[in-house]
């Protein structure tokens, strides 16, 4: 792929992902090529790269002979998703309690940080980015590369979840950053049992508050 092809395709990407953060693309919708292509200005090559990117990230799915189309989870299958994360993060959690120095809770409190500064701009994909790679690199510190992986590939899913279906700013998310702080002063008081009740109940609070709206 040319220079050109690779800016044409973070380019098609990109206004994709705008579209769909803003609810201008739906849960469940088709993504034909050619008329992206022409609406972006770029040539249709690159509009299916960037939709192979967003296949790769869990946000588009390719039917055989008809083309991508945005996922279309039901609420079920998203609290399913939720469930195995809490229990995975939780035994992270447990795991790396001892290993999580004070430079280690410093570091997680800049995630904490950049979440609540891109919550107050407004810039919704960077705040959920900052949200999960906060909990990605608490995970980070369990010492188990298995764990590490399998949280991983939850966290994708999580993402794909909230891009699409998680409100503006007019929800209890707006506690989300201060509940990440919260959580690190139970670590850093050394309240393993608490910090893990606060992180499972942090959770699903999270499933409760994006995905409320949702049909059973």
């Not at 380019?11 to 739906?26: E, N, P, T, V, W």
């Not at 192979?52 to 299958?77: C, H, L, Q, Y």
């Not at 399998?150 to 899913?157: A, D, G």
Request: with cysteine.
């Amino acid at each position: 792929m040319t220079v050109d092809s690779k800016s044409h395709a973070l380019l098609a990407y990109d206004k994709l992902m705008d579209m769909i953060s803003a609810g201008r693309i739906k849960p469940g919708e088709r993504l034909p090529s050619i008329p992206l292509a022409e609406e972006f200005g770029v040539s249709r090559t690159p509009v299916i790269e960037a939709l192979k990117r967003m296949e790769n990230e869990g946000i588009v799915v390719f039917k055989s002979g008809n083309g991508a189309w945005v996922i279309d989870p039901t609420k079920r299958e998203i609290r399913d998703v939720y469930v195995v994360r809490t229990a995975l993060e939780a035994l992270a959690l447990d795991l790396a309690f001892e290993r999580i120095s004070s430079p280690s809770l410093i570091g997680l409190g800049k995630y904490v940080e950049l979440e609540q500064e891109y919550f107050r701009l407004g810039e919704k994909i960077n705040y959920v980015k900052a949200g999960l790679d906060f909990h990605r690199e608490l995970a980070r510190h369990c010492g188990n590369g298995y764990l590490v992986h399998s949280i991983e590939s939850v966290m994708s899913t999580t993402y794909a979840y909230l891009l699409l279906f998680e409100p503006e700013r007019d929800i209890a998310g707006a506690r989300y950053p201060d509940e990440h702080r919260e959580l690190l002063d139970l670590i850093g008081a050394g309240r393993r049992s608490e910090a893990k009740e606060y992180l499972q109940g942090h959770l699903m609070a999270s499933f409760d508050a994006n995905f409320a709206t949702l049909e059973a």
